[in-house]
């Protein structure tokens, strides 16, 4: 059955405000509305076309009856910001769980509802050394913290694993989401990598599985299109380094030691340089390497960019002045093999006429 | 950023193929190891490579790490820096420390998933780096062996990225299973920390073969099992006794003491020049058995049983071949 009255949360940010303007193109669909505490900003706004754009805070119990007064069969719920900043930890807490508990509180009362689609993420599995490489969805987590952006994902989970519960006529689909990248969407990640010179932890590396932004939004459509319930991994095929993925971007890693990650992370957010400690980043879904098989089987979606190519195209749409290019280290090193290759030669052809000369003379 | 993930059209088998081999004035194709290929040409393939192969190599090499232009696998699996730098690294120790033998080399499938369960000993876990060597240098399909190590590795800064980036990975089901069924070679040491740790009195006694969750990963996938019998690296580090205060500080299974550590400081973390044979024996096929019967604990428990012998029994003989422990 295609939805026909759609509410989708977090318009003013990237990942809610596209698929809105998305549906928002799709003829068959009735009704757009999106909510959010803050308007999006004009250009965003001006894409989102026929969305009707409700300016509501979710933790407020007025949800349930914009929900109810316009017989919403489908719920989208982009519950978690793409750049969950360190220092606003309670209340981006308090926002994304109670929000969320709201929500679902409004949509368990509303008999139009059908169907809730809940964008979460990779987050949800933990970072622990006993962990397997790969997670899939049955994946328990080992080790989650007790608060903070990972544990608030699982909490939206549980609430919504509750809801489908007393709603067993409800289809709930859970997107777990890799990080994402691309040319316009602002995460942690990205941000983290602006600035030329990047903190990272002395002795540490992890691996970073991405998704692109386009990605996530097909994917996001795809489940609101047509009714794919269940929990679903998704990201983009294969994996890069952190410290990879900084050369490719042109930066130069600043190794810190452990102890001293923290301090150099908040000297640096003060100065402005950077907002986010690099030690974080695994508890922020981008250190897990998740299994995406049932994506493409139960799901049908095989992700049209590859980590290493939402990477560059990330790379080449914000337009990171690399430090050093791919070029300039290509003729570097041809110069380098020119130069100490005619150095090599020269030894060679000197070195054998001593002995011989000495001996004759 | 012109070459892209999808650019490059050009193959690195073909270059190579199609270079000329001249070997007084032969020009070095610079671009011989582009982005997609991870394997530069390394020291083991053919002759023994000139300093301006082993020059264009390293700069090549230095390359493609600024510049980020390397792959990596699922698990973090770094095949360029693995045969550049680790590789190159542990083969002196290898051929000239440890002077290892290796025996029964075609028992290991040329390709495929295959699971090598060793011995362990030696307070460090060099015996499974050298069976790495011996199975990437000396086996005619040059295999890289993915080890499955204990969750204290992952846990150590620079040691774990470097574990992972060297192909090993956690040693847990899940992981042993997604690899034996990508065709990976894996290799297992189911004795863990009882057969690393153990003292030198009872060097060359096997002790118990963990739970046997190597077997089900092996009867899951269907891939054989090459029990592995590794002699020397006993005598690398003989543990006389324990430290456990410190071992209990550093949060750490044991802290050896041996004749030079930590008599000699520094000096007594080098390992004994003991002489090593490895020898890989028969496999021991499970697929006949079908994935099921990994749900059934008594022939996981003969299997493993099965195979613990067999590397018993391959140990004795080999210490009986041994004359001498480190002339060999």
């Given amino acids: 059955m295609a939805p026909s009255v759609v509410l989708v949360t977090g318009v003013s940010r990237f990942l809610g405000g596209n698929l809105a303007a998305r549906l928002a193109a799709e003829p068959a669909i009735e009704r757009v509305l999106g909510v959010d505490t803050v308007a999006p900003v004009p250009d965003l706004r001006r894409r989102m076309g026929r969305v009707e754009f409700v300016r509501a805070d979710i933790r407020n119990p007025l949800i349930a009856k914009v929900v109810a007064r316009a017989g919403v069969d489908t719920i989208v719920h982009v519950a978690l910001s793409p750049h969950p900043s360190g220092a606003g930890g309670a209340a981006a807490t308090e926002m994304a769980v109670l929000g969320t508990m709201q929500l679902l509180a409004a949509a368990q009362n509303a008999p139009s509802v059908r169907r809730v689609v809940l964008e979460s993420t990779t987050a949800v599995y933990g970072a622990s050394p006993l962990d397997p490489a790969v997670f899939d969805e049955t994946t328990a987590p080992n080790d989650l913290p007790t608060r903070g952006y990972a544990r608030d994902a699982a909490d939206i989970e549980g609430y919504l694993r509750g809801f489908a519960r007393r709603r067993a006529d409800v289809s709930v689909t859970v997107l777990r989401f890799a990080g994402l990248v691309g040319p316009r969407v602002d995460t942690v990640l990205t941000r983290y990598l602006a600035p030329p010179v990047v903190p990272t932890v002395l002795g540490d590396d992890s691996r970073l599985q991405l998704l692109h932004e386009e990605d996530a939004l097909g994917v996001l459509e795809r489940v609101v299109s047509r009714e794919l319930p269940g929990v679903v991994n998704v990201a983009a095929d294969g994996v890069l380094m952190l410290s990879q993925a900084i050369r490719r971007a042109g930066r130069v890693p600043l190794p810190v030691p452990p102890p001293a990650v923290a301090t150099v992370g908040r000297l640096l957010s003060a100065a402005g340089v950077g907002a986010f400690a690099p030690e974080r980043l695994r508890l922020l879904g981008i250190g897990q390497v998740v299994d995406t098989t049932r994506l493409r089987t139960a799901f049908g979606f095989t992700p049209r960019w590859t980590t290493v190519q939402a990477f560059d195209d990330f790379v080449r749409g914000r337009a990171l002045r690399p430090l050093l290019g791919p070029g300039q280290l290509a003729a570097a090193e041809r110069l380098t093999d020119r130069g100490v290759r005619g150095v090599l030669h020269a030894l060679a052809d000197v070195a054998p006429h001593p002995p011989s000369s000495g001996r004759s003379a | 950023m012109t070459a892209g993930p999808t650019g490059g059209g050009h193959t690195v088998g073909g270059d190579d193929a199609g270079a000329p081999h001249f070997p007084d004035a032969r020009v070095i ?66 051929r000239t420390w440890f002077r290892v033998e290796p025996l029964g080399l075609q028992h290991v499938p040329d390709d495929g998933g295959a699971l090598v369960v060793a011995n362990h000993s030696g307070a460090i876990p060099l015996d499974a780096l050298m069976t790495s060597v011996a199975l990437h240098d000396d086996h005619p399909a040059h295999r890289h062996l993915r080890l499955l190590g204990a969750d204290l590795l992952f846990r150590l800064p620079v040691v774990g990225p470097l574990s992972r980036k060297h192909g090993t990975t956690l040693a847990c089901t899940a992981d042993a299973e997604r690899l034996l069924g990508a065709g990976e070679l894996v290799g297992v040491w189911p004795e863990g920390y009882k057969g690393i740790g153990k003292p030198f009195a009872d060097r060359y006694k096997l002790q118990r073969f963990g739970r046997g969750g190597f077997v089900s990963a092996a009867l899951r996938t269907g891939t054989p099992i090459v029990p592995c019998s590794i002699v020397g690296a006993e005598e690398t580090y003989p543990k006389i006794g324990d430290i456990p205060p410190l071992a209990r500080l550093l949060n750490l299974p044991y802290v050896p003491v041996t004749p030079t550590f930590p008599l000699l400081g520094p000096l007594g973390a080098v390992p004994l020049p003991s002489k090593w044979l490895i020898e890989f024996g028969e496999p021991i096929s499970t697929v006949e058995y079908g994935p099921d019967a990994a749900d059934d604990p008594m022939l996981v428990f003969n299997l493993a049983d099965q195979v613990r012998e067999t590397i018993q029994l391959t140990l004795y003989r080999l210490l009986g071949r041994r004359r001498h422990t480190f002339r060999g």
Avoid: K
């Fill in chain 2, 29 to 94: 194709p610079l671009r011989a190891a582009t982005p997609q290929d991870p394997t530069p040409p390394g020291p083991i393939s053919g002759q023994p490579p000139t300093t301006d192969d082993a020059l264009a190599a390293a700069l090549a090499f230095l390359r493609r790490r600024l510049s980020g232009d390397y792959t990596v696998d699922e698990f973090g699996f770094d095949p360029d820096l693995t045969e550049s730098v680790l590789l190159p690294l542990l083969r002196p120790l290898y």
